[in-house]
Every structure is written in structure tokens, then in C-alpha cells.
């Protein structure tokens, strides 16, 4: 809602990946219904962005990015003093094409001085100053060479099935394919079985493609290990020991050693 005014639906799962096929569906957002004009939700990330910049300035910024937010302090009712104070902070980054958003809350806060800009700003701005990077977002002083993203160009596989080996090597090798079990003593007559990755898979440009045959129909199946949030050095051994060869693309590198 923070550029175009309308109400998203919220996702909890954004990709759905087949093991077997390596096939990839993005689940789309949904937009519910129009809430606020684009034109007001722009004074709103201008408002939210001046309060950073002027009354957020010590406790909600991010460096070298711009961050728009609002912090908040409530106290508690009457009849339940109790309760105590509850502070916050929601911010968005960057201000002027939001990517990320974040809200920050704190019950009962065991201090004197109970601010949201003083205790959940601080916070929250420490999440962003490790998200924003880890998302690809270069920063604004940043030098563009720093930041390397990788654009890696998918083809979608083509069905080859049921074509002889010889027809089914050359449609592949053709498109920029790799392509294993594709010599035969009859590659001119025998028929592709099957093949993969199958048919409407999109993988990396010069990826290898398996064809079976009635007369080769062998394989060999390897579970792939989970490389999410690995070190590509740890991931380099546990691939190693599968015997699986793989390439890492890094979205973005910074330049400050942790």
C-alpha cells in the first residue's frame, strides 16, 4: 500500500520449488481493495521520511540509506496501570520506493524514560542495517561496483520426447544445451523415452540435459542438499559429497569484512 494506495494481500509463501523437476512457482500478491490515492500514500512516505530526518534522527536511521518511519508511545489506561508502556516503531526503506517494512513493539518497557524512538527505533534500525544489504538494496554512498549482482538467463527446456536421439540432440545443442546419453549406435531411429529436466523447466544457459531411451534407461538419483543461508564454504563440502557440481551467485557483496 506505501506507493500505489491499495491493500496487499499478505503472503506467508513466496516461491513453491519441486524437488523432482526443479520447476519454481512464484506466488503472486493479491491486491484487495483500493484503501488511499497513490498521490496520499507519496505525502504519507514524504511525512514519514521528514520525521526520520528530523525528529527520528539519532535512534531510527539506517546509514546510507533513507528510511521513512514514525515511532509510538502509549500509556496505560487508568484502570490498569499496571499494563505499562507500550512503544514502537514502524519504519520503510528506502523511503521513496519502499522494499522493506518493518514494525517494532515493546510491552512494559523496564525503564524511566519509555519512547519508541529511544527503545523500538533502535532496534528496528538494526534489523534494517542487516536486511537491507542482505536483500541486494545497494546503499546510497555506495560505489556500484561494489555491489555485484549476478543476472543469470534461464531457458525454458523443450519437450524432446518421442523424437529420435539424433533429432533430440540437435534441438537441444541448437538452444545452447549440454546434452548426456545422447550417443547411441542407433541415435537415428531409436526414440527419446524421456528426458531431464522435463519439458517447460526454465535452468541456467548451458545446463545439461539427460535423455532415456528403451535401451539406455539408467540412472542415478543424488538428493540435493539444502545450501539456504549456508557459507558457500561449508556448501562446497557438502556438495562435494554428493559429487554435484554447482556455481554460486552472489547478489550482492559488500565491502565491509564481518
Do not use: H
Not at 520503510?92 to 524512538?117: C, F, H, Q, R
Not at 547411441?184 to 527419446?192: G, H, I, K
Amino acid at each position: 500500500m506505501q506507493t500505489t494506495g491499495y491493500l496487499i494481500q499478505p503472503r506467508i509463501v513466496k516461491t513453491i520449488s519441486n524437488t523432482d523437476t526443479g520447476v519454481v512457482t512464484d506466488t503472486e500478491s493479491k491486491e484487495v481493495r483500493k484503501v488511499i490515492s497513490a498521490e496520499t500514500a507519496k505525502e504519507l512516505r514524504d511525512m514519514m521520511k521528514t520525521a526520520v530526518e528530523n525528529r527520528e534522527k539519532v535512534y531510527g536511521t539506517v546509514a546510507g540509506y533513507s528510511v521513512g518511519g514514525k515511532t509510538g508511545t502509549s500509556e496505560p489506561p487508568i484502570q490498569d496501570e499496571e499494563a505499562g508502556y507500550a512503544v514502537s516503531y514502524l519504519a520503510i526503506a528506502p523511503a521513496d520506493e519502499p522494499e522493506l517494512i518493518g514494525l517494532v513493539v515493546i510491552y512494559k518497557p523496564a525503564t524511566e524514560n519509555p519512547y519508541g524512538s529511544r527503545i523500538a527505533a533502535p532496534i528496528l534500525s538494526s534489523i534494517f542495517t542487516e536486511v537491507l544489504p542482505y536483500m541486494g538494496i545497494a546503499s546510497q554512498n555506495s560505489d556500484k561496483s561494489s555491489v555485484a549482482t549476478v543476472v543469470a538467463k534461464t531457458t525454458k527446456v523443450p519437450d524432446v520426447t518421442n523424437k529420435t536421439v539424433t533429432e533430440a540432440k540437435k534441438t537441444l545443442e541448437n538452444i545452447g544445451f549440454k546434452v548426456a546419453n545422447g550417443e547411441s549406435e542407433n541415435a537415428n531411429s531409436v526414440l527419446v523415452t524421456e528426458q531431464m529436466p522435463q519439458e517447460g523447466t526454465p535452468v541456467l544457459e548451458g545446463s545439461t540435459v539427460v535423455l532415456y531411451t528403451q535401451e539406455n534407461n539408467s540412472r542415478t538419483s543424488v538428493k540435493v542438499p539444502s545450501l539456504v543461508r549456508k557459507k558457500s564454504c561449508r556448501s562446497k563440502k557438502r556438495t562435494c559429497k554428493s559429487e554435484l557440481k554447482y556455481i554460486i551467485y552472489r547478489k550482492w557483496e559488500s565491502s565491509k569484512s564481518r
